[in-house]
């Protein structure tokens, strides 16, 4: 039996991946479906709370009783989190977005030139919306989880960036081509800003999703 011990709060989650127009047929992405953010959503309105799930090109079926708004691209997601983010008790960051994005669009679709070389792809940064929630925490009180994911000394790394980003919880996840990307399960270590260190086994991403729900439930009372 799950406790409804997120009744009355609203939390916002995102997930999937964004991608990043190169023309109207191209984009840079990633290898997010988005089932470890549909996972978090599908838990917290399962322990009662009103949940905005922003999702990024993910192909998953809306979970009941959620609130979905796709998106696609990083520019959007920053500010369809941030609309729900105003007075949501969590926010938590399970989207794979892009850091990057092409400096041009074309308009048309990009052609290849006989005998030439193709053009380099010129590439500016996306706004960090993890750090700007953490910084401006748009509702007070408001715990800010993020997800980490990385490929290689992966608790050295997710320590230095739960200290960059700023948020309470950081979930450190190891990826790769075949590895938590599109998978049903995904294990990790959930890093708290107090310096506490909580490691789920490998198993199903909603097992994660509930200790990450349990981490946030202690820091709202
Ligand atoms: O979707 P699945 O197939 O189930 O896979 C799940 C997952 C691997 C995508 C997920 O568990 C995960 O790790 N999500 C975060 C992916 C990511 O972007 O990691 P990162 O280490 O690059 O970013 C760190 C944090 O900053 C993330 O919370 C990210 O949402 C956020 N971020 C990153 C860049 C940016 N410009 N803005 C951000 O807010």
């Not at 991608?19 to 599908?42: H, M, T």
């Not at 696609?72 to 105003?86: D, K, M």
């Not at 977005?97 to 030139?113: E, L, M």
């Not at 450190?172 to 506490?196: I, W």
Request: hydrophobic share 45%.
């Amino acid at each position: 039996v799950t406790e409804p011990d997120l009744r009355g709060r609203h939390v916002v989650i995102s997930a999937g991946g964004t991608r990043e127009p190169l023309d109207p047929v191209r984009f840079l992405g990633n290898r997010s479906s988005g089932k470890q953010g549909y996972a978090l959503a599908r838990t917290a309105a399962a322990r009662g709370a009103r949940v905005t799930l922003i999702a990024a090109n993910a192909a998953l079926p809306d979970p009941a009783g959620v609130d979905v708004v796709p998106v696609g691209t990083a520019v959007q997601l920053r500010e369809e989190v941030l609309r729900a983010a105003a007075d949501a008790d969590a926010v938590v960051m399970a989207a794979a977005v892009a850091d990057f994005r092409p400096a041009a669009y074309a308009a048309g679709k990009i052609k290849k030139q006989d005998g030439r070389e193709p053009e380099p792809v010129a590439l500016v940064r996306n706004p960090d919306i993890l750090a700007e929630i953490s910084a401006g925490r748009p509702r007070p009180g408001q715990v800010v989880v993020g997800f980490a994911a990385e490929t290689d000394d992966v608790l050295a790394n997710g320590r230095a960036k739960l200290k960059r980003k700023g948020c309470d919880l950081l979930v450190v996840n190891e990826v790769g081509e075949h590895r938590t990307f599109g998978s049903e399960e995904n294990e990790a270590v959930v890093l708290g800003a107090d310096g506490s260190e909580t490691p789920v086994a490998h198993g199903p991403k909603e097992a994660l999703a509930d200790t990450v729900w349990d981490l946030v439930a202690a820091r709202l009372e």
